[in-house]
């Protein structure tokens, strides 16, 4: 296993289409996060899951966003009505349970809404 | 709401210059420290954890220190090199929840 994976790693999308992101964490890795990172700025979470559940949302997670890691493996992330603002690098990492947080990212897809 | 704050946002140093840079934290309540290294257009790389009970952590030429009571701490570059230029990220882990909290990133260029 080479590392967290994320597709697409850019996509381009005109306002108002949906958009889904994957993400595959690290195969033994049980923890995954999405954050959000702007330009200049330190990345924002967004949402954890532990397993297939989804344990914590943030509140810039609007109803626009939604996040599923069905078979507690891979996961998605989908934003509905796109607007420009969220244009955006969408990172996800994933971690062990063993105590230690350490988290490892993927190199983000990276979202451009026109 | 913990806020993390970076400063320098942008430093620019000459290949060899030992360097800190600095991270500070609003609430005193958390569970490790994390410092991660972001090159442009990339993900984050892990460079080290604190856990609250410490006080510093050593990886090479670099260290990171950690003084939960005053809000505070550094990671240390020891003779930078021109491959050290990044974006320097630390992030604080509170102790409930799973939560990461940034800071806004020190963005260093070491000049050959």
């Known amino acids: 296993d080479t590392g967290v994976s994320q597709n697409p790693r850019h996509k381009i999308t005109k306002r108002g289409q949906n958009v889904t992101f994957r993400c595959d964490p690290i195969?033994?890795?049980?923890?995954l996060y999405w954050y959000r990172q702007t330009l200049g700025q330190g990345p924002e979470f967004l949402t954890y899951f532990q397993n297939e559940a989804q344990l914590e949302k943030s509140r810039l997670l609007s109803d626009r966003f939604s996040a599923e890691r069905p078979k507690g493996s891979f996961s998605t992330l989908e934003i509905q009505r796109t607007e420009q603002g969220d244009s955006a690098m969408y990172l996800c990492?994933?971690?062990?349970?063993?105590?230690?947080?350490?988290?490892?990212f993927g190199s983000g897809t990276q979202l451009s809404v026109l | 709401k913990q806020e993390v704050t970076q400063i320098p946002a942008a430093l620019s140093v000459p290949e060899g210059e030992n360097l800190v840079l600095n991270c500070s934290f609003t609430?005193?309540?958390?569970?490790?420290l994390q410092w991660f290294r972001q090159d442009p257009g990339k993900g984050l790389t892990s460079l080290l954890l604190i856990q609250s009970s410490q006080r510093e952590q050593t990886s090479g030429r670099l260290n990171a220190s950690l003084d939960k009571s005053s809000g505070r701490s550094t990671l240390y570059i020891a003779a930078s090199q021109p491959g050290d230029s990044a974006t320097y990220l630390c992030?604080?882990?509170?102790?409930?929840?799973?939560?990461?909290?940034f800071g806004g990133g020190t963005r260093l260029m070491v000049k050959p």
């Open positions: 609430d005193s309540a958390i569970y490790n």
């Open positions: 990492a994933s971690s062990t349970n063993s105590g230690d947080e350490k988290l490892f």
């Open positions: 992030a604080a882990l509170p102790n409930a929840g799973n939560m990461l909290t």
């Open positions: 195969s033994e890795h049980n923890r």
